[in-house]
């Protein structure tokens, strides 16, 4: 079955300065990758997704993922944070075995500090 | 509707009562989906449903959680005989297809007295 790690829990980045949440995945197939944000009091969005294609993937408001499947990773970037990007990041991945089920990895919180 | 609609927001209950959690989806979408978000974890997959029929059950934590969906539509969580550990914030999805991501409720913050 598949899992996600993020292996930081806990994120405090100074503002303007770049950010990369790490996340990697378990799985020996084809994979669909996703990274979800939850600001806070609000529901869970969905920032961007890999589903195939190009390896790196951009959201609206300024972040990226690369997909690297070697290393079975989905890393987060941002060059340059701003307060509005404190949150919590949740990393996702589904594959073939059965692509309508979604598993989630523990989150990391980003403080973007002042 | 606009989104995807929980009710009810929250819910206090004295354990060993039985909870009901419901979730209206946005119209049209066909798969549904609840996970369970406690404090400090991420999100436990607990049942998804294309259209009314469940193939994976198997994120369900006992025999106390049943879940069902009618008409395509509005799915109803079930939790029978309700324990402290079951406090946590409940949530439902949907989404068009499995190429789309989520659209997520805003859950029901469920507490076990």
């Known amino acids: 079955a598949q899992s996600v790690t993020q292996l930081d829990s806990q994120v405090p980045v100074f503002e303007e300065a770049p950010v990369e949440l790490r996340c990697n995945y378990s799985?020996?197939?084809?994979?669909?990758l996703f990274w979800y944000v939850q600001y806070p009091n609000q529901g869970l969005q969905l920032l961007l997704k890999y589903l195939s294609g190009s390896t790196l993937v951009e959201s609206i408001n300024g972040f990226e993922a690369e997909f690297n499947k070697s290393q079975t990773s989905f890393h987060l970037r941002k060059p340059s944070v701003h307060i509005s990007d404190t949150a919590e990041y949740f990393c996702a991945v589904s594959d073939e075995t059965s692509y309508d089920k979604v598993i989630f990895g523990p989150g990391t919180s980003l403080s973007v500090i002042p | 509707g606009a989104g995807v609609s929980q009710s009810p927001s929250n819910k206090v209950t004295e354990k060993g009562k039985d909870v009901e959690l419901r979730c209206d989806p946005i119209s049209g979408h066909t798969a549904l989906y609840w996970y369970r978000q406690s404090l400090g974890q991420g999100l436990e997959f607990l049942i998804y449903f294309q259209g009314n029929s469940a193939p994976d059950k198997s994120g369900l934590p006992s025999d106390r959680f049943s879940a069902e969906r009618t008409g395509g539509s509005v799915s109803t969580l079930t939790i029978q005989r309700t324990q402290q550990e079951d406090s946590a914030v409940y949530l439902c999805?949907?989404?068009?297809?499995?190429?789309?991501?989520?659209?997520f409720g805003s859950g029901t913050r469920l507490t076990v007295v």
């Open positions: 799985s020996s197939v084809s994979v669909y």
């Open positions: 999805a949907s989404r068009l297809g499995t190429y789309y991501g989520y659209t």
